[in-house]
T-cell receptor, first 113, second 112 residues
Framework: GAGVSQSPSNKVTEKGKDVELRCDPISGHTALYWYRQSLGQGLEFLIY????????KSGLPSDRFSAERTGGSVSTLTIQRTQQEDSAVYLC???????????FGPGTRLTVL | KQEVTQIPAALSVPEGENLVLNCSFTDSAIYNLQWFRQDPGKGLTSLLL?????REQTSGRLNASLDKSSGRSTLYIAASQPGDSATYLCAVVVDSSYKLIFGSGTRLLVRP
């Protein structure tokens, strides 16, 4: 596709449920990032994938968060046993390599009731 | 620890005015700096990327400058238009990593 796409655009879930968020990066981009944007914390890094290297998970806030990237393309961010503080917009970005311009998707707005 | 600050937090100007948005960072060891705009309820749109070896980048009515030694970048918007109303974010990539570290943004309103 022309840009980074994310699905769903909105997700409302109940506390304690698991959710999966999907990201399709720009074709040919080897680097993929997940960020979270919340009112209290601003924009913060979560996880980074580069090619076949082990991902950098240093930004994940707890072990309830995990992500995978299949075939070097699509990525899924999974949040288990969601909490109200997980409510935020989850943004995905991709770039040609780790230090190049990052292009963002429209985000998934997650609301945990 | 790298910290990015944007001043002012909010700005309201009449249409046609030239304006400057400021971004400062505490650690000058950056790899690059990127400016974004974000419209309400939307994702981030990349505006300009400045590599650490560059002093400025231009795109249309936008000009971004970078002074690594003083830890500052400015985004200059010429002849502002109501369509420029958005939140503008700057972010840096630190040499030792690749993740973007964001400022809190400047919310710009251009009044017709």
């Amino acid at each position: 596709g022309a840009g980074v796409s994310q699905s769903p655009s909105n997700k409302v879930t109940e506390k304690g449920k698991d959710v999966e968020l999907r990201c399709d990066p720009i074709s040919g981009h080897t680097a993929l990032y997940w960020y979270r944007q919340s009112l209290g914390q601003g924009l913060e890094f979560l996880i980074y994938f580069q090619g076949n290297s082990a991902p950098d998970k240093s930004g994940l806030p707890s072990d309830r968060f995990s992500a995978e990237r299949t075939g070097g393309s699509v990525s899924t961010l999974t949040i288990q046993r969601t909490q109200q503080e997980d409510s935020a917009v989850y943004l995905c970005a991709s770039s040609q390599a780790g230090f190049n311009e990052q292009f963002f998707g429209p985000g998934t707005r997650l609301t945990v009731l | 620890k790298q910290e990015v600050t944007q001043i002012p937090a909010a700005l309201s100007v009449p249409e046609g005015e030239n304006l400057v948005l400021n971004c400062s960072f505490t650690d000058s060891a950056i790899y690059n700096l990127q400016w974004f705009r974000q419209d309400p309820g939307k994702g981030l749109t990349s505006l300009l990327l400045i590599q650490s070896s560059q002093r400025e980048q231009t795109s249309g009515r936008l000009n971004a400058s970078l002074d690594k030694s003083s830890g500052r970048s400015t985004l200059y918007i010429a002849a502002s238009q109501p369509g420029d109303s958005a939140t503008y974010l700057c972010a840096v990539v630190v040499d030792s990593s690749y993740k973007l570290i964001f400022g809190s943004g400047t919310r710009l309103l251009v009044r017709p």
